[in-house]
């Protein structure tokens, strides 16, 4: 069993930037994919970033890349995604997700367990 609590959301204006944190308990964690995704008010969960579990591979939506940036920590048991020039349409929450195992980091029928997520709001 994994339990994953995100913080670090907040209201933000256009170009600013957030660290999001995701804490996760258990000894497993160099175990996990660990995955971002974000859900804005009326859409589906998007894809945002995911990390490998010995960190040497990254994966980001077309839409974040260049601005997103994923890691982790295995001293903290903690996964962050630093979000540099932030745009309106980032606005939803976030959540991070783990996964044993997947084929498509992308999909989020794949992750095993998931957090209640953080708001991110930013504002034009």
């Known amino acids: 069993q994994v339990q994953l609590v995100e913080s670090g959301g907040g209201l933000v204006q256009a170009g600013g930037s957030l660290r999001l944190s995701c804490a996760a308990s258990?000894?497993?964690?160099?175990?996990?994919?660990m995955g971002w995704f974000r859900q804005a008010p009326g859409k589906g969960r998007e894809f945002v970033a995911a990390i490998s579990w010995n960190g040497a591979n990254r994966n980001y939506a077309d839409s974040v890349k260049g601005r997103f940036t994923i890691s982790r920590n295995y001293a903290t048991n903690t996964v962050y995604l630093q979000i540099n020039s932030l745009k309106p349409e980032d606005t939803a929450v976030y959540h991070c997700?783990?996964?044993?195992?997947?084929?498509?980091?992308?999909?989020?029928?794949?992750?095993?367990?998931w957090g209640q997520g953080t708001q991110v709001t930013v504002s034009s």
């Open positions: 997700a783990a996964a044993l195992s997947l084929r498509n980091a992308a999909s989020p029928g794949e992750y095993d367990y």
């Open positions: 258990g000894r497993t964690f160099s175990s996990y994919v």
